[in-house]
């Protein structure tokens, strides 16, 4: 079982991204999906996460401003960023508490994508 994130990038004050997240392998359920970020210099925070009944909850630095979203038929996470200031600027990774088909439950992570915000 693999997560691959695709979607980060460069953008300006008050613009928007879209993450997205996917989940590859011999999987045979994906429980809560979530969306994490380090800053340079700081500790991994969690940003946001849905369960899989569709539960959302966001830290409250990104409340009003990201959305995230799943599709269960595609095993994909996403992450809507919307009105980014310069301290969204971070690594965001995605992580999945996964069922594979021939393992135990477990968190997976998926490999960083850079966010970066000009002022």
């Known amino acids: 079982v693999q997560l691959q994130a695709f979607g980060g990038g460069l953008v300006q004050t008050g613009g928007s991204l879209r993450l997205s997240c996917a989940a590859s392998?011999?999987?045979?359920?994906?429980?809560?999906m979530r969306w994490f970020r380090q800053a340079p210099g700081k500790q991994r925070e969690l940003v946001a996460t849905?369960?899989?009944?569709?539960?959302?909850t966001y830290a409250d630095s990104v409340k009003g401003r990201f959305i995230i979203s799943r599709d269960n038929a595609r095993n994909t996470v996403y992450l809507q960023m919307n009105t980014l200031k310069p301290e969204d600027t971070a690594v965001y990774y995605c992580s999945a508490y996964i069922w594979p088909q021939i393992e135990v439950r477990r968190d997976y992570w998926g490999q960083g994508t850079q966010v970066t915000v000009s002022s």
């Open positions: 849905i369960t899989d009944s569709f539960t959302t």
């Open positions: 392998g011999r999987i045979r359920r994906i429980y809560d």
